[in-house]
């Protein structure tokens, strides 16, 4: 399933608000109702999912790309037979 570029890279954003929203929803309620625990576990567990997400993001990206590197480098030495 292909994402559009906008929702994919507010991916982190969205699943800490929902993880917020939960966690707010869990102490709104108080600890008092029994249902409350677990949205505050469900709302830990997509904050987490975000940072997960967004470190791994940050990971793969500051990783070159062999691929793009090598036919950068193979396009910078080829030579011009016309000019030589």
Sequence with gaps: MHLPTSIYERLP?????IGLLFMSSGTYL???????????????????W???I????????????????QSDDTEDQSVDPVTS
């Design 13 to 17: 954003q969205f699943w800490i608000l």
């Design 30 to 48: 108080g600890f008092d109702y029994s249902l409350s625990f677990l949205y505050f576990g469900v709302g830990f567990a997509c904050a987490l």
């Design 50 to 52: 975000s940072m997960w």
């Design 54 to 69: 967004f470190t791994k993001r940050l990971a793969f990206r500051q990783v070159p790309q062999d691929n793009e590197q």
